[in-house]
């Protein structure tokens, strides 16, 4: 179909999604990006937060994703993705849950600050999502 582009979101443990899409709002690493049909190539690294899908059909959807990448060449998008929690699975309490769990981490080499502080930024792109 015209203006549209495949979209597959993968998980370490199954494929969440397969579809036909007209346009995907995406957490880049470094902010929000939108992508469309007929986009140049693309690599880029994943942040956390809503991924939103508009499918061909015009129906909208989104999934919470953490961490990973994402690659569009020949119209097909494709994010491999730690994380893809569905809608009902993003709540204000997972986000407080997350947020206590990175606040217990350690952080006394530089590795470890690394770690907490993206667990840090999962959690509070989970609360933000959870609203």
Request: glycine fraction near 6%; aromatic fraction near 6%; charge should be negative.
């Amino acid at each position: 179909m015209a203006g549209t582009f495949h979209v597959a979101v993968v998980t370490p443990e199954r494929e969440v999604v397969a579809l036909e899409a007209r346009f995907v709002a995406l957490p880049a690493f470094d902010g929000e990006m939108g992508i469309l049909a007929r986009r140049a190539p693309l690599l880029t690294q994943l942040g956390s937060g809503p991924l939103r899908i508009e499918e061909a059909s015009g129906r909208k959807q989104w999934l919470f994703v953490s961490g990973g990448f994402a690659q569009m060449v020949d119209d097909r998008l494709t994010i491999l993705t730690e994380e893809a929690l569905e809608p009902a699975q993003v709540t204000e309490a997972a986000a407080r849950a997350s947020y206590e769990k990175a606040s217990a981490l350690a952080s006394h080499s530089d590795v470890e600050a690394e770690h907490k502080q993206r667990a840090l930024d999962r959690a509070r792109a989970l609360a933000r999502a959870a609203h």
